[in-house]
């Protein structure tokens, strides 16, 4: 059972403009949402997190939004650039409990220059 | 943001060789560290997390026996693959945390990519 949806497996985006990522989760007991973004051949790094007490948070260019009813949340990726093209995952965990972290698919995002 | 180190950051063994695999956290205590295998274009799986001073827990379906994790230490934990086959390539990602809570960042290694012949 993928506790974790994420889709699009694979999204490409001009130069400039809006890149969207969607995740669904199962478990309501998951409070804690963090994206990742990997580099071909390297480890993921957390790009952002949210706790689903808010339903956005924004830092810089990349923004959460957070739908607790609909048990989805989505990044959005605004002026998207050459060098935000990676491979992104949502993930989410269970504070408290056992603490691992569950992932999506991943979605490969490609900014067109 | 903290550092994770993973070495090698490639290796190349023959088949039914043994394979270590160190990850180091450099400027913090990890309390708990985890380890992940990813196959190409896939997604990260949790092998297993281990806590300083004790026993590894491994996920279902993951063998101790065969993949052997030791985290002596406050920042050093170590993932060795015993009797490697072709079938065990992969990109071997380690994890480390400071504290108990999954509100404090994981922060990950580079990877270690390991092709068994």
């Known amino acids: 059972q993928q506790q974790v949806k994420q889709s699009p497996q694979s999204l490409i985006v001009q130069k400039g403009g809006i890149s969207i990522i969607n995740c669904a989760y199962e478990n309501t007991a998951f409070d804690y949402f963090p994206w990742y973004q990997q580099f071909p051949g390297k480890g993921p790094a957390l790009l952002i997190a949210i706790r689903p007490d808010v339903s956005e948070k924004k830092e810089g260019r990349f923004t959460i939004s957070f739908n607790k009813s609909a048990k989805q949340f989505s990044l959005h990726i605004m002026d998207s650039q050459p060098g935000d093209s990676a491979t992104y995952f949502c993930?989410?965990?269970?504070?408290?409990?056992?603490?691992?972290?569950?992932f999506g698919k991943g979605t490969r995002l490609h900014i067109l220059p | 943001g903290a550092v994770v180190s993973q070495h090698p950051s490639r290796v190349i063994c023959k088949s039914g060789t043994s394979v270590k695999i160190e990850c180091r956290s450099l400027d913090f205590q990890a309390t708990t560290m985890f380890w992940y295998r990813q196959f190409p274009k896939q997604s990260l799986m949790l092998m297993a997390t281990s806590n300083e001073g004790s026993k590894a827990t491994y996920e279902q379906g993951v063998e101790k026996d065969k993949f052997l994790i030791n985290h002596a230490s406050l920042t050093l934990s170590t993932l060795t693959v015993t009797s490697a086959h072709p079938e065990d390539s992969s990109f071997y990602i380690c994890s480390a945390r400071e504290g108990g809570s999954s509100y404090n960042e994981q922060f990950f290694g580079p990877g270690t990519r390991l092709t068994v012949l």
């Open positions: 993930a989410a965990s269970r504070v408290n409990r056992d603490d691992k972290i569950i």
